[in-house]
């Protein structure tokens, strides 16, 4: 059944001429059928070269954004309306905007996990694999992290030098992880190294052989002899399992589980590209100009 729903959604992907791409987080029956897969930075900048018209963009909201933001002329579908990241809008936009007119002097750093509305509000976005690059290079003024106190904390301790404010959002998954889960993990499987993202908590990363972004932490554990602990969302542990059979990739924690990531299945890539599910991504295009300034800042200080 799995099968034939997949060959379906390829032959309907051929014959209205759409490219599917897919988040790392999202499941392996997903990942198959997908023409690119990646983190959100990679699947934006990747949908700039496809020559396709639609993109069905398999992941959460903010992603689909900026998909559209970077790519306007093309239609742009999420398959799951309801999928969203509950880190993306933790802050009211108008609270940022009000820290603006106080502090004139701030530059406001915007991981990209936050809807355009944010975006629209701040000076320069990073991923978690572009952020301590891009810091590194903005001029020397005090900075505001937002949301993620956690990714923000850990480019914060890389760059003593710099005076960055955190605000205290979080990823509600990958917070979830204690000192307690490492601990264990590491008892039960001492030859095994340990790779996490760093929206876990400081406590979590202290435990680390590698952090680093979901791409970062694949490509370490593909190079890596030994098994390997993954310290984020469980499809990344699940993928590496499926592709590399002789080694282990246990998720650091059960808690490890993005229900918003998990909410996309096959049927709705299907229904998307049929045209009876799913939601086309509008944007104003006031708002699409002020929040496309900030994804640009990244593109041009990341590379
Ligand atoms: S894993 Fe965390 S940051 Fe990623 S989509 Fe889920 S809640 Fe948002």
Request: net charge neutral; proline share 6%.
């Amino acid at each position: 059944m799995m099968k034939e729903l997949q060959e379906e959604i390829l032959r309907l992907k051929k014959e209205t001429g759409a490219a599917i791409l897919a988040h790392s987080y999202q499941s392996p029956e997903i990942l198959e059928i997908a023409d690119i897969r990646g983190d959100s930075f990679a699947l934006s900048v990747a949908a700039q070269k496809r020559e396709e018209s639609t993109i069905v963009l398999c992941g959460v909201r903010f992603m689909a954004d900026t998909v559209k933001l970077l790519n306007p002329e093309k239609k742009v579908i999420l398959p799951v309306d309801q999928a969203v990241c509950p880190m993306a809008d933790q802050i009211p936009p108008e609270r940022v905007r009000r820290f603006k007119e106080n502090n004139s002097d701030f530059t406001v750093v915007a991981y990209i996990n936050t809807t355009t509305r944010l975006k629209a509000e701040c000076d320069v976005c990073v991923t978690s694999s572009s952020a301590l690059t891009i810091v590194k290079k903005l001029p020397d003024n005090p900075i505001l992290f937002i949301p993620d106190a956690n990714l923000g904390g850990w480019i914060k301790r890389q760059l003593p030098e710099r005076e960055i404010e955190l605000w205290d959002g979080c990823c509600p998954v990958h917070a979830a992880v204690t000192a307690r889960d490492c601990a264990l993990m590491k008892e039960r499987y001492p030859k095994a190294k340990l790779a996490v993202h760093p929206e876990c908590r400081e406590e979590v990363l202290t435990y680390a052989d590698y952090v680093g972004s979901t791409s970062g932490i694949l490509s370490f554990a593909e190079q890596c002899k030994e098994d390997v602990i993954i310290g984020t969302e469980k499809s990344i542990s699940d993928w590496l399992s499926l592709h590399h059979p002789d080694r282990r990739f246990p998720v650091l924690s059960k808690k490890l589980l993005c229900s918003n990531m998990r909410l996309t299945g096959l049927t709705d890539v299907y229904r998307a590209l049929l045209g009876t599910g799913g939601a086309e991504i509008q944007i104003d295009p006031a708002l699409a100009q002020a929040a496309r300034r900030p994804i640009m800042e990244m593109i041009r200080l990341g590379e």
